[in-house]
C-alpha cells in the first residue's frame, strides 16, 4: 500500500503562490511516478504534473512555466510549487502514484485525501 498525505493548500488572490506537500509512506518509494492531478467540480480530473523515478519531469501545457514539481527522497515528500495563480485554478488537488510506466496524465493508482486550492480574482 501507498499512504500519501497533501498539505499546503489555501485560498489566495490571482497572482499569488502557494506550494502543496506530498508526505509520502508505505511502498511510495517504490513507485515510477510521483505526481498531482486536480478536480474541479463538475469538471473531470486534471492531471498537473508529475516525476518519475529518474527525476524527468512533465508538466501540463496549461502549467508550464507557472508551476514546478520536485522531491526530496530522503524526506519522502513531494511538492508542488504553484505561481502566477489563476481563478481557473481552483480546485482540489490530489497528490498521487503509480507503479506503472504507461499512464495517462491523471491515471494514477494511489492518490491522497486532496487539498483544496481557492484562487480568487
Known amino acids: 500500500q501507498v499512504q500519501l498525505v497533501e498539505s499546503g493548500g489555501g485560498s489566495v488572490q490571482a497572482g499569488g503562490s502557494l506550494r502543496l506537500s506530498c508526505a509520502a509512506s508505505?511502498?511510495?518509494?517504490?513507485?515510477?511516478?510521483m505526481g498531482w492531478f486536480r478536480q474541479a467540480p463538475g469538471k473531470e480530473r486534471e492531471g498537473v504534473a508529475r516525476i518519475d523515478s529518474e527525476g524527468r519531469t512533465s508538466y501540463a501545457e496549461f502549467v508550464k512555466g507557472r508551476f514546478t514539481i520536485d522531491r526530496d527522497n530522503a524526506k519522502n515528500t513531494l511538492y508542488l510549487q504553484l505561481n502566477s495563480l489563476k481563478p481557473e485554478d481552483s480546485a482540489m488537488y490530489y497528490c498521487?502514484?503509480?507503479?506503472?510506466?504507461?499512464?495517462?496524465?491523471?491515471?494514477?493508482?494511489?492518490r491522497g485525501q486532496g487539498t483544496q486550492v481557492t484562487v480568487s480574482s
Open positions: 498521487a502514484a503509480d507503479g506503472r510506466k504507461w499512464i495517462g496524465p491523471a491515471d494514477f493508482r494511489y
Open positions: 508505505g511502498y511510495a518509494s517504490s513507485m515510477y511516478y
